[in-house]
């Protein structure tokens, strides 16, 4: 099987990445299909073969629930690693816009797996800090990019047209 | 003489009579113009941002985006904000974190 090692599974040995791999069920998603939603219990870490995930929020546009693009996700890559924090609920939606092939990898499983192997316990959750992390650090940055510009248009309305310190 | 003055009374009746006459088939007319009046202000108003095409544009009715369009957009803001702030990421810097997109949103 011709398989690029998932970030999640990042210093794992060969032998430990397969062990972990066989913890999980290989499924197919088709295009357009859910494989989960917001607030569902998160049971299972998902990591992605082949195709891609989107991540996704609602936001209300024009008085309807619509779905705002948060993330996109391709092979190799994970997603639904709120199955390994509390509350254990998905935050996010995620949807496949083409046919995806991933490998959901249950809690449980992996629970007890680590439990009896710490090393390989410990090098996951190191690659997981990596992953969480990124997204935090990017998020914060997009954060304050949209707060910058709050700010600019509410002094800009305080001080009137052609008042804008800001450049 | 007592003709001419007869004759020149009646000429003056006559036109009396001819003005209030032409005064009232014409009031609705006055009335119209002073219509027309009141508008002027307001069309003074939007007239200096004749002057420059750009300035007039704010005065025109908004065109309808349909939801798909401003959908489209709002995905596209997205992308580009990530991208500025992965841009961000991967070299930390007051410049880096402020950089202007082409987003729609913001323009």
Known sequence: ?167 | MEMFLMVSCMSMLALAVTAIAFGAATRPEKSSSADQLELRPAAKAVAPGRFFVDQVLPSQPQTYVPTEVLLAQIDHHVRLEQAAAQSFLEAPSHTQLHTKTTTPFVN
């Open chain 1, 1 to 167: 099987m011709i398989y690029e090692r998932p970030e999640l599974l990042k210093d794992l040995t060969a032998e430990e990445t397969q062990e972990v791999l066989a913890l999980g069920t290989k499924m197919t998603v088709p295009s357009g299909g859910s494989l989960f939603r917001l607030g569902d219990p998160a049971d299972r870490l998902y990591l992605i073969e082949r195709g891609q995930i989107t991540l996704t929020l609602p936001m209300r546009v024009r008085g309807k629930d619509q779905d705002v693009i948060v993330e996109e996700t391709t092979s190799g890559q994970a997603v639904g690693w709120s199955a390994l924090i509390p509350p254990y609920k998905f935050t996010l939606a995620a949807t496949a816009p083409l046919e995806t092939v991933i490998i959901a990898l249950p809690r449980e499983a992996l629970r007890k797996y680590f439990a009896a192997n710490p090393a390989v316990g410990y090098k996951v959750t190191l690659n997981l800090a990596v992953v969480v992390g990124h997204r935090l650090q990017l998020f914060q940055a997009m954060w304050l990019r949209e707060m910058q510009r709050t700010v600019e248009k509410h002094a800009t309305q305080i001080a009137g047209p052609g008042h804008n310190d800001y450049g």
